[in-house]
């Protein structure tokens, strides 16, 4: 299917772009003498990147200022900050996103790993699928800074960290209250409460979100939500120490991806449905702890968490396949808690010929599952149990990492990780039911050169691995067709190397740039949507990131990354049906730029874009996706000290683009049934046009 672009010429878009940059600009030579409309800010710039921050060239930190000047259409977006990585949509609003980076389809979040404030967020052994990552309960106001790296070479990161990680870290305290009420197509309205007073020596922040969204499917959304959080913090000189609660519940329906060849023959709209009573509900409710303490010469911190989660999601891919007269419907029922605990100790040795920085720490997190539920369904309503399970999963790692300063112009970093999985199913199929434990050594090394030239290299390389779904590791036959399967390894190992440069010889750029390698022994995935476990084969990744931020003047900051993936499996598939080594919805290219105009007086405006390769779905790579280029605009306009106006405007052309595309067997009801299905294309739109209007006060 080719992407459609709406008819709009060069001029028009032109012109659009000039109505939401030029006020800036016309108010700009005023702003220095005009101090009407509120505080004098310092603008910052978006990543702090600059040369010795950190130990990767593709590691870095986002600042709160790009949070504040993206425009995000989902609150799982903010780790599309992170460069190189795209994240779409192929369901409800209220479904976690789909992730896309370094040759990766990481699904839900397998193989890149998310923590907020020292609590995992991946969700392993989960009903939809492994390492599930939904960040709809985030509140991005409240966001200070998110922490990025990639591939396997920090001892500090485990399970599912071999394609990346995102550490997102709440503010403990905002400069004001804050209150935010938003409006927009589609029956989009947010409100927004948040603010930190003192308390007891110490600082009380709070949150509270309120959201409704209809999205622009023929069958709304009707996606409901609301998100609190509530956070105490106290310091003194030499420890610091808080508590946080928050809450999440939403509800919604579903628009799932549906097939071309409805979408061609006029049956439904490209907004529409096949199956129209798809959706789920959802709840997240978490206390943690942290503490940090100067201890001797080092500081020790340390961090304690409980989450009660669950999730009912009712989903229906293939139609009537399956099921011919009752539809192919079902619903993953998730409910579990999940306790865990982190932290570690670093201290620095220094001697008039060497300085040595050292670190140990320690993760430790037990779920329990009960129960987690595939289920055949007609419209939400269940009529059979496919396979009912009771899990206990619990998982134990030690890290210990040093780095060295072995000349002026030399650094080497060495870490060492272990961790060990236990296993415990209880099924309501006794066969498929057992215990297993299994760990692994994860080594680390990285070398770190210069600055020469105000430019670093790096050297890195790491082992690390990815946990596999407790019920593959004890299943032994088909929950369905009852046919015996073989079990999966319980952790996968992946092994990556990056060569890496940064540099600032250019005034005011920042600009890195990271070749990389990453293998995986055997891309063993838990398929959620039909209850079993497939292997699959070995493969291979590489390519190349490139990422540039300019600022060359206090009011402008331009924002650059181009990244480039080659994935393969590298061993044949023991199907001989299956021919190719294309790893299906494997991104090759992905771009995204930005350029911002701050203060401008009461102004503030840019423009982003995000470019989204075409991808192969299917190992011998006969069927591909659509590539799609989507741009989004914000303006913003501060009326007085406390109140500020702010325009967003997403899929700024109107491109009808996909958000995601597949290739598989389907069967439509007047279709001929299942031994004659093949497999055919189906997508999810990306969404059309919409602008939200934001009225923000402070006091």
Sequence with gaps: MEPVLRACPAPCRCALVASLLVPALARAESASADTHYGEEIEVTGHYENAVGTSDAASAGRITSQLVEDRPILRPGEVLELVPGLVITQHSGAGKANQYFLRGFNLDHGTDFLTTLDGMPVNLRTHAHGQGYTDLNFLIPELVQRVDYFKGPYFASKGDFASAGAADIHYAGSLPQNLVTLTGGNFRYGRALFAGSPQLAGGDLLYGIELFHEDGPWEHPDDYRRVNGVLRYTRRSLAASWGVTAMGYYGLWNATDQIPLRAVESGEIGRFGAIDPTGGGKTHRFSLSGDYQQDLGNGVLQANVYAVKYRLNLFSNFTYFLDHPVNGDQFEQADDRWLFGTSGHYAWTVSTPSISLHATVGWEARHDRISPI??????????????????????????????????????????????????????????????????????????????????????????????????????????????????????????????????????????????????????????????GTTEPSRASRRYGIEWNTQWHPMHWLVCDLVLAWSHARFTSPDPNPSVTGDRIPGSIEWAASAGVTFHELGPWRAGVYMRYFGPRPLIEDDSARSTSSTIFNAQTSFRITPWARLTLDLFNLFDAQVDDIAYFYRSRLRDEPAAPAARRRLHFHPAERRSLRLAATFTF
């Design 373 to 530: 539920g595939l289920y055949q369904t007609v419209a939400r309503q269940r009529l059979t149990t496919v396979r009912r399970d009771s899990v206990r999963e619990t998982s134990a790692g030690l890290f210990a990492e040093a780095e060295v300063a072995l000349t002026r112009w030399l650094r080497a970093v060495a870490g060492l990780r272990y961790d060990h999985y236990f296993f415990d199913v209880v099924s309501d199929n006794p066969i498929n039911s057992g215990r297993d434990d299994a760990g692994r050594a994860s080594p680390k090394l990285s070398a770190i050169f210069g600055p020469w030239a105000k430019t670093e290299l790096f050297v890195n390389f790491g082992l690390g691995f990815h946990s596999n779904d407790a019920r593959g590791v004890t299943t032994t036959v088909d929950p369905e067709s009852g046919e015996p399967v073989a079990k999966v390894t319980p952790l996968v190992q992946t092994r990556g190397g990056e060569l890496g440069a940064r540099t600032e010889i250019l005034p005011d750029v920042q600009s890195s740039l990271a070749l990389w390698r990453l293998d995986i022994d055997s891309e063993l995935l838990f398929t959620g949507d039909a």
